[in-house]
């Protein structure tokens, strides 16, 4: 396992949004919520945390220690909105590095979110792009990482399970140096037992789930300041071995105090990869 002293590292201190806490369930809804609901029944408080630069130790991370790596790999894309580009290379590319970067078998692209920030806007607002997500979550939980991988497998779903797999996020600017609400993870290791909190996540035809995350001052946040489009973050979202001490790695976007007041807002892209051991 690796370790390092994160306090050495150069920092910004910045504000994170975490849930508060709250008895209720937490539900939010991927669409204009009901005339009696809000869009999210949640409410998130700031906390300031101290966010390290990675760079210095980059080559020391794990997605199975911390639960993401930083990685220096090209796109031959030229244009990262090209959707046909994207499902006929980019995603054949993302495969490939994520096979290399895990030892896995089979490699599976499910989905991919592209993300343009507008000031002001709201995130999946009718007619717009979707926004960065200012609101520290995980994609997926103990409940609905299986059920991801049953939607996308079929009927190979039942055989799968019985091994591993991971659910894994490949991101990746647009537009580099990103200075303008860059991603901010957190260090798996430093999460606790009952810092996950289950979110409901209501769409039209169906419902899944994500983590909200209770602030915890133990947690230790890192960032890549000023990313390249050579450069991509890959995490893991799910991992069905419990075993393993980097199952899920909360992130959220994060406003840069540092960052320039002319910066390009950020442009990116995740693809969402199914990663199978058998």
Same mark, same amino acid.
């Given at each position: 396992m690796a370790r390092f002293d994160a306090t050495a590292l150069p920092r910004v201190e910045a504000a994170?949004? &975490?849930? =508060?806490? +709250?008895?209720?369930?937490?539900?939010?809804?991927? &669409?204009?919520?009901?005339?009696?609901?809000?869009?999210? /029944?949640? #409410? &998130? /408080?700031?906390?300031?945390?101290?966010?390290?630069?990675?760079?210095? @130790?980059?080559g020391r991370l794990?997605?199975?220690?911390?639960?993401?790596?930083?990685?220096?790999? =090209? +796109?031959?894309?030229? *244009?990262?909105?090209d959707e046909e580009?994207?499902?006929?290379? &980019?995603?054949? /590319?993302?495969?490939?590095? #994520?096979?290399?970067? +895990?030892?896995? @078998? $089979?490699?599976?692209?499910?989905?991919?979110?592209? $993300?343009?920030?507008?000031?002001?806007?709201? *995130?999946?607002?009718?007619?717009?792009? $979707?926004?960065?997500?200012?609101?520290?979550?995980?994609d997926y939980t103990e409940t609905s990482g299986p059920k991801r991988m049953h939607d996308v497998m079929g009927p190979e779903a039942a055989a799968l399970e019985q091994g591993r797999y991971l659910i894994v996020n490949v991101w990746r600017?647009?537009?580099?140096?990103?200075?303008?609400?860059?991603l901010a993870?957190?260090?798996? $290791?430093?999460?606790?037992?009952?810092?996950?909190i289950p979110s409901a996540l209501v769409y039209r035809d169906r419902t899944g789930e994500t983590y909200a995350v209770r602030h915890n001052a133990d947690h230790r946040w890192f960032y890549a300041p000023g990313m390249a489009g050579n450069e991509a973050w890959m995490f893991k979202c799910f991992d069905s071995d419990r075993a393993n001490p980097a199952r899920f790695a909360p992130h959220t976007a994060f406003d840069d105090p540092t960052a320039p007041a002319d910066r390009r807002p950020r442009e990116s892209i995740e693809l969402r990869t199914l990663v199978l051991f058998s």
């Open positions: 994170l949004h &975490y849930v =508060a806490p +709250t008895d209720r369930p937490l539900r939010s809804y991927a &669409y204009d919520a009901p005339a009696d609901a809000p869009r999210n /029944e949640a #409410v &998130y /408080e700031p906390h300031v945390m101290p966010i390290h630069d990675v760079r210095p @130790m980059a794990s997605l199975d220690d911390q639960g993401f790596i930083l990685v220096d790999q =090209a +796109t031959a894309v030229a *244009d990262l909105t580009a994207l499902r006929q290379v &980019y995603y054949h /590319e993302t495969c490939d590095l #994520v096979r290399a970067a +895990t030892g896995a @078998m $089979r490699v599976v692209v499910f989905d991919h979110t592209i $993300r343009r920030r507008i000031p002001g806007a709201r *995130d999946r607002a009718a007619g717009l792009p $979707r926004q960065p997500v200012p609101r520290i979550h995980n600017p647009i537009h580099g140096p990103l200075q303008d609400m860059p993870l957190c260090d798996a $290791r430093t999460i606790a037992a009952g810092d996950l």
